[in-house]
């Protein structure tokens, strides 16, 4: 989850409000002492456009680089 928040050059709280979480959790996450629910990692896909297999496991071969646009609609929000 770091990873993918400092490559979008994002802060902590741009990504989690927009999950519905709070930043508490999201610390949790970040720092491996939670794991992330699928439906988060479903809503972390049509945010950022990372693969669920990436959010979940890691898996560098299933990973999507995020699209400009949905970044920028985001942070329009």
Request: charged content about 35%.
């Amino acid at each position: 989850m770091q990873k993918m928040r400092k490559e979008l050059g994002l802060v902590q709280r741009e990504v989690y409000e927009p999950l519905g979480i709070t930043r508490t959790m999201y610390s949790r996450l970040e720092n491996g002492h939670a794991g992330v629910s699928l439906e988060n990692a479903q809503k972390i896909e049509d945010m950022f456009g990372y693969g669920v297999d990436w959010i979940l496991y890691g898996d560098e071969e299933k990973k999507r680089y995020p699209a400009g646009t949905k970044k920028q609609r985001l942070l329009k929000k």
